[in-house]
């Protein structure tokens, strides 16, 4: 796909020359190293652990870390994604360019992914610290690893429409939180609605759930569909309101 | 090269551009003109693909811009107003980004971007971010990116805003030796750079194309009739003298105490007057005038004819009229 390569190595180079990315870097080495030790701390002193949760479990699936990063990491990691480029006038040279708009928005989609990756990629030394005391379940890691990324993956589509859609950084910025706090909001739904389809469906969107199944080893077709979808068509979206922008 | 036909844009209830139609051929420098708000700068973003037109069809060397748009925009070189750049980026990382997304392989990319940045002067801005440069070697940079690539077909938003004089006059030079196989289009609101850079004008007026021809025709349409003339007219004759012969001066007549129009002198005036109507032969028109001026008793010391500048022939055909709403 033409022009894709570029505009992901320029986005990508984007975050990483601003102090941005650095500082979330910072943020998130010390969240998860607080989190880490707490949890750690805490199973230290429990007198019966639980055959089905081990440190590991709590630290990708259980804690607050994950939606807290995803809070925070996707919104800012996307919201200059397009609404900078309409500021400053820079869409211009794109629309202009002999490059098709969806080489544009998977660009800078894989970009911010790629940026997401990188910033999770510390907490990879949990693991290997853990392994000197206790035997690790790799696979459950891998998964816990890749329900991280499925659903980050979503909100950075979603927080990449957000920004396709609104006049400025800030608005995107707000935009991304609010849809992030909505699934969240379902997700802690299901516990306080009785009717069975409803908290079936709350069950289905929400985060908390998948990350759990997830840092358990178990990988559903449900799941990974939701992942998928969460995905495609805010990208599907983003493209279309792209491309709407030469006839508005 | 460049074919628009019929190019019409609303925006809502407005219409910003009205069935806009010309061409620009290889070898030839069309000046964009017009007042603000004329419709020059959405025609140039419809003429770019930036814009999609309302109705109409854009052909860039051949390739329609809704059917063939990659091909199209391979033909063209767009530098939009205000020459919009990523500030993080040193110069040679933008031109280089740039090259990339419009399909010159890594092999070449270097030497296309020294080219290129020798041809306009940013060979010692290459390895300075693009946020730390002056407004006017950021216009540099864009227009480094407009032409990099040598397309065929170059379009330029106001591309002297922001320079010095020099820089200016390079790009005059610049944009001389590019005419000959290229076909470049300029919008610009600076009659001067249209004078000495264009073959040919197009001037648009409340989104309307309402000339488009070359200077030297528009000029012979509006009959070149301008003449600077020294007389003594002690019986104040003459302002009746030219209405009868559809002649009018140039301003105001000045009242007694001004000196904004015609100089006098112990009872003699020097005046610029023009012909007020198309006429196919101006020099009968002129000598019917001296007649007419002779016969009256005034005396006529000299006769002038002045070449009709652009900034006449503009203000002459923007006059204003209909409303632009649909």
Redesign the interface.
Known sequence: M??F???F??EF??LW??PLAWILLFALVVLQGAVFVSIVANFAATTEPSLNVGPLQAFYGQSVLVPLTYMFLCPVLTMRSFAEERR???I?????????IPAIVLGKFAAALATFAILWLPSVAYPLILRQVVDIDWHTVATSYLGICGLGAGFLAIGIFCSVVARGQFIALVLTTSVFLLFLFLGTAQYAVDDGRLRLLCDQVAIQSQLAEMSQGIISLRRVAFDATLVALPLFLSTRVVGSW??S | MIEAQGLTKHYGSLVAVRDLTFQVSKGSVSGLLGSNGAGKTTALRMLAGVLGPTRGTVRLCGYDLIASPMQARRCLGYLPETSPLYLEMTTRQYLSYRAEIKGVAHSCRQAIVSEAARETGCEDILDISIGRLSRGHRQRVGLADTLQTNPPIILLDEPSAGLDPNQVRNLRELVGRLKEDHAILISTHVLAEVESLCTDVLVMHKGRLIANDSIEVLRARQGGAELRVTFRDPDQRVPAILASLNWQFCHEPPAADTKADTASSNGVAEARIRLTRSCSDTGQAIEQLIAALVTAGVGVRSVDRVATTLEALFSTLAQPDEDTTL
């Open positions: 033409i022009g390569c570029a505009t190595r320029r180079a984007s020359l601003s400053s006038g820079t211009e040279n794109l629309l202009s360019a002999p490059i098709g030469r006839w």
